[in-house]
C-alpha cells in the first residue's frame, strides 16, 4: 500500500501516549506513513547522549523516510511569505518545510501542532491531528 500521511516531530515525540501510538500502530501496520529526514534531525536534536540517539535512529527507521528535495526550500520560503502577508510569522522552518515535503508527495500532514492548520490554511493541502487538539499534554 501506499503512503498517505507524512508524520511530523510533534507525532513522533509523543509515542507515549497510547492514543498516538494506536493512530501510528494501525498507519504502520499498513505502510502508510513516513516521516522526513528533517523530523529526523529534531528527535536527534533532543538526544542527551550518543546511545539515546542511536536508539532514536533506531526506532525512526520503522517509518519510510520521504527525502527533502530543493524545490522543497522554494515552496516553503513561498508559504513563509504568503503567512508573513497575514501577519502570520514566526512559523517554525522545520514545520514549513515538512509540509513542503507531504505537499510535494500529496501526502496528508500527521500532527499535534497548530502550525500545520495556518499553514494549510495557505496551501490547501490536507493536515490531521493524530489526536484531537489539546487532548494530550
Not at 36 to 56: T, V
Not at 89 to 99: E, F, H, S, T
Request: glycine share 6%.
Amino acid at each position: 500500500m501506499a503512503l498517505t500521511h507524512l508524520a511530523d516531530t510533534s507525532v513522533l515525540t509523543r509515542l507515549k501516549a497510547a492514543p498516538v501510538r494506536q493512530v501510528l500502530g494501525e498507519l504502520l501496520s499498513q505502510r502508510r506513513v513516513g516521516r522526513c529526514g528533517m523530523s529526523d534531525l529534531e528527535l536527534g536534536f533532543s538526544a542527551r547522549n550518543a546511545d539515546e540517539w542511536d536508539q532514536i535512529n533506531r526506532a525512526v527507521r520503522l517509518f519510510q523516510q520521504v527525502t527533502v528535495q530543493p524545490e522543497d526550500y522554494t515552496r516553503a520560503s513561498g508559504v513563509q511569505r504568503a503567512l508573513a502577508e497575514h501577519g502570520l510569522k514566526g512559523r517554525k522552518v522545520p514545520d514549513l518545510l515538512i509540509a513542503a515535503v507531504a505537499e510535494r508527495h500529496a501526502l496528508t500532514v500527521l500532527h499535534y501542532d497548530r502550525d500545520f492548520e495556518l499553514i494549510a490554511d495557505m496551501t490547501g493541502q490536507q493536515h490531521q491531528w493524530v489526536v484531537p487538539r489539546g487532548t494530550i499534554d
